[in-house]
């Protein structure tokens, strides 16, 4: 049964129609090793915290944080959405939320704002953090949703 299982799912993957999928996917990879470079490297760079490499890497997880949480939450209220308004809706909804969250990084990094880790300072850090955890979970609801069929 297993192998039946894998087998099936192996050429599911070599499928014709999985190959946007496999696009869609790639591109939530590179987003998210820019979020996890850009954003967090910038924040940690501008922070005032000193040399401890310690206080830094803490300060890199707080905005990890945020970003999981609001995934978390992003995922939940994406399917409600999605379920209530549409598949269309989801990518739309998704495509305004990463717009929103790209074009923030760089206003965010030229406006040399200092990132203050746990204070309410450091809210525009904690925001796009919260933007890019919402429009990562959204586009992950819509390509489940794209995937999944009632049988």
Request: with cysteine.
């Given at each position: 049964m297993?192998?039946?299982?894998?087998?099936?799912?192996?050429?599911?993957?070599?499928?014709?129609?999985?190959?946007?999928?496999?696009?869609?996917?790639?591109?939530?990879?590179?987003?998210?090793?820019?979020?996890?470079?850009?954003?967090?490297?910038?924040?940690?760079?501008?922070?005032?915290?000193?040399?401890?490499?310690?206080?830094?890497?803490?300060?890199?997880?707080?905005?990890?944080?945020?970003?999981g949480?609001?995934?978390?939450?992003?995922?939940?209220?994406?399917?409600?959405?999605?379920?209530?308004?549409?598949?269309?809706?989801?990518?739309?909804?998704?495509?305004?939320?990463?717009?929103?969250?790209?074009?923030?990084?760089?206003?965010?990094?030229?406006?040399?704002?200092?990132?203050?880790?746990?204070?309410?300072?450091?809210?525009?850090?904690?925001?796009?953090?919260?933007?890019?955890?919402?429009a990562?979970?959204?586009?992950?609801?819509?390509?489940?949703?794209l995937?999944?069929?009632?049988?």
């Amino acid at each position: 049964m297993a192998i039946k299982k894998a087998k099936e799912t192996v050429l599911i993957i070599g499928d014709k129609k999985m190959i946007p999928v496999l696009f869609i996917q790639m591109y939530k990879g590179a987003v998210l090793c820019y979020y996890s470079s850009v954003l967090v490297t910038t924040s940690i760079n501008q922070a005032n915290i000193g040399d401890n490499t310690e206080d830094k890497l803490q300060a890199g997880v707080s905005l990890m944080i945020f970003f999981g949480i609001a995934g978390v939450l992003g995922a939940i209220i994406a399917g409600r959405l999605i379920n209530t308004f549409g598949k269309r809706f989801g990518i739309n909804f998704f495509t305004i939320l990463g717009v929103t969250a790209a074009l923030g990084m760089p206003i965010l990094v030229s406006s040399n704002v200092p990132f203050v880790p746990y204070s309410f300072e450091g809210w525009p850090y904690y925001t796009e953090a919260a933007l890019w955890g919402l429009a990562d979970s959204t586009l992950n609801t819509s390509l489940i949703g794209l995937l999944v069929t009632n049988t």
